[in-house]
């Protein structure tokens, strides 16, 4: 059976530092990966896709990036932080249809 | 989108009652339709789909109706337990994606009242 896993967990950065949050899935091939991040009691809001290795999409500007060195490893990066990129951040795949989520990583910047 | 700032609505429902938690979709063109639900502090967990071919489909102790002519969407929960206390959010795939994007609602709050 497929899985998902992201981390940390939870991690609280100061504003200004670097970030990198890691997705990884196992149990299958090629899948389609996303980033969402939500807002404390706010939908979901998709910032990348990739539908293969080195294949990144961006759905809206801002201070983050994402990269996928592997085909089941997805990550969201930024240089500097800013305090609006708190949030909850949640991986997920698809291959293809529905999508699954991970457990997701509760960015807290300080 | 246009559901990423909206504070979320709530229903609250009597244990052991019946939950209808409505969604209303936006494009015409999409093929299949999904509830997800998100327990505090957790991802989004896949509950039930429905293609767009169909107009009812029942999973254990949920039903999804799809009325596509008003474009709207429902999950209806049968007898509420307290583990049902989430957020639940309605999705739909455009017809033709093939990255698989989905475009989510934006999510109901579901409280259970003792």
């Known amino acids: 059976s497929q899985t998902i896993h992201q981390w940390p967990a939870t991690l609280v950065q100061p504003v200004g530092s670097p970030l990198s949050l890691e997705c990884t899935v196992e149990?299958?091939?090629?899948?389609?990966l996303y980033w969402y991040r939500q807002a404390a009691g706010r939908g979901l809001q998709l910032l990348f896709y990739?539908?293969?290795?080195?294949?990144i999409s961006s759905e809206v500007p801002q201070n983050l990036s994402a990269s996928r060195p592997q085909d089941r490893q997805f990550i969201l990066s930024s240089k500097k932080l800013l305090l609006s990129d708190s949030g909850f951040y949640l991986c997920?795949?698809?291959?293809?249809?529905?999508?699954?989520f991970g457990p997701g990583t509760r960015l807290t910047v300080l | 989108g246009e559901s990423v700032g909206l504070h979320l609505p709530t229903l609250s429902v009597q244990e052991g009652d019946n939950s209808i938690i409505n969604c209303a979709y936006s494009?015409?063109?999409?093929?299949?339709f999904i509830w997800y639900k998100q327990e505090s502090g957790k991802g989004p967990q896949f509950i039930i789909d429905?293609?767009?071919?169909?107009d009812k489909r029942q999973g254990q102790r949920v039903t999804v109706l799809l009325n596509k002519t008003v474009k709207h969407l429902s999950l209806q929960i049968a007898a509420t337990q307290p583990g049902d206390s989430a957020v639940y959010f309605c999705?739909?795939?455009?017809?033709?994606?093939?990255?698989?994007?989905?475009?989510f609602g934006k999510g109901t709050r579901l409280h259970i009242l003792p």
């Open positions: 149990g299958t091939s090629n899948p389609n």
């Open positions: 997920a795949w698809s291959h293809p249809g529905l999508q699954f």
């Open positions: 429905i293609r767009s071919n169909m």
């Open positions: 494009n015409s063109a999409s093929d299949y």
């Open positions: 999705a739909e795939r455009p017809l033709g994606n093939r990255d698989d994007k989905i475009i």
């Open positions: 990739s539908v293969g290795i080195g294949q």
